[in-house]
């Protein structure tokens, strides 16, 4: 992914902020990537071991979302070409196992609000909170298929990794150009679901006004990442995230203001 001429932003990034070269999805590898975002959003699996629709995983447990919304702010799932709101299902080039509020039953009633489409560069959801200085206190970005470096039937370009890289070009510049990334209180984490079916090794960027030419080299993992959030937002760290170390100390990120 990183060091070979197919994602030049993304090398660009890694030298420039912060990249862990040893990060890990913290799953078995022969499990497809649903499993990670359960992980990352409430610190367990739940024994899930496939790419199920929410039907079949109504996750009944505390998460990242649920706690936010206790908390008295806001999240959003910004989920890329979502036809309509916490959409259950696949649709076109959205895969609803890479959008992971609409698996948990606590967000049932918050999901047709919080889960929306992406929208694009110029319009839309993202796009809007950006420009207004209005981003909530958690943001959970997915990008569809064509997008994120997966593929799929019907996307344009031959070079997946190339194309996804462009793609988080761009929104990038929009994010760093906006309100809540030049006032210090934006944090920006990019990582992946699932390595190769021998190891689950992902790359992991971490973008803030405050992370400079910062590369961590031990090992990390989902939970880490977890555990890092947890600490920004001031919630308890849920599952996993209890028994892991944060990396905001590594990274140079800062809590915003209560």
Not at 20 to 30: C, E, F, Q, V
Not at 116 to 138: C, E, K, N, Q, R
Not at 162 to 175: F, K, N, P, V
């Amino acid at each position: 992914m990183l060091g070979h001429g197919h994602a030049p932003y993304l090398d660009s990034v890694a030298k420039a902020f912060g990249t862990a070269t040893a990060m890990d999805a913290g799953y078995p590898a022969s499990c497809p990537s649903l499993a990670a975002y359960l992980l990352m959003t409430s610190g367990d699996r739940y024994g899930v071991c496939d790419d199920a629709y929410p039907s079949a995983h109504r996750i009944r447990a505390d998460n990242v979302f649920q706690q936010v919304a206790v908390s008295g702010r806001q999240w959003r799932n910004y989920a890329e070409s979502m036809p309509a709101p916490c959409t259950p299902r696949n649709a076109g080039h959205f895969l609803v196992r890479h959008a992971p509020a609409v698996y948990y039953v606590t967000e049932t009633s918050r999901c047709r609000q919080w889960m929306v489409p992406l929208g694009s560069l110029t319009s839309g959801a993202l796009h809007d909170d950006i420009a207004a200085g209005t981003l909530p206190a958690y943001g959970f970005v997915t990008p569809d298929e064509c997008n994120d470096m997966h593929g799929g039937r019907g996307c344009r370009g031959s070079n997946v990794i190339t194309t996804g890289d462009t793609w988080l070009r761009r929104w990038m510049a929009q994010i760093m150009a906006g309100p809540d990334y030049r006032a210090g209180r934006l944090a920006v984490l990019v990582t992946w679901d699932e390595g190769d079916a021998r190891s689950n090794h992902i790359p992991l960027l971490v973008v803030s006004p405050g992370t400079h030419h910062v590369t961590v080299t031990r090992p990390l993992s989902q939970c880490n990442l977890l555990r890092t959030v947890d600490e920004l937002l001031r919630l308890a760290p849920l599952g996993c995230a209890a028994r892991a170390t944060s990396m905001a100390t590594e990274f140079g990120l800062t809590r915003p203001a209560a």
